[in-house]
């Protein structure tokens, strides 16, 4: 049974333009649009709290790692590209 994990990373300016980078792991997804619908869950959550503080996002990158019982599946995994306004 293919499962999937997901890995987040992002860099947030904050007002005193201090930049600090994070990640975010979430696995045992269910699906591709499990994953999709998390990493844009996670993205607006992490954009919406540093805009509150006066701050911007700088970049934020997902890659959804496809799993089945004899580890990674390459054909079923992918990134996913945003563009931080």
């Known amino acids: 049974m293919l ?12 007002p005193n333009g201090e930049t600090k980078c994070g990640q975010y792991l979430r696995d045992n997804l269910s699906d591709a649009s499990e994953c999709r619908s998390m990493a844009r869950a996670i993205g607006t959550a992490q954009k919406r709290k540093i805009e509150g503080l006066g701050g911007s996002m700088a970049s934020y990158n997902v890659f959804c790692y496809a799993i089945d019982s ?4 390459i054909d079923q995994s992918f990134e996913i590209s945003y563009n931080i306004l």
Not at 3 to 14: A, V
Not at 70 to 73: D, F, N
Request: hydrophobic share 50%; glycine share 6%.
């Open 3 to 14: 499962k999937f994990i997901l890995l987040t990373s992002f860099c947030l300016t904050y």
């Open 70 to 73: 004899e580890g990674l599946v």
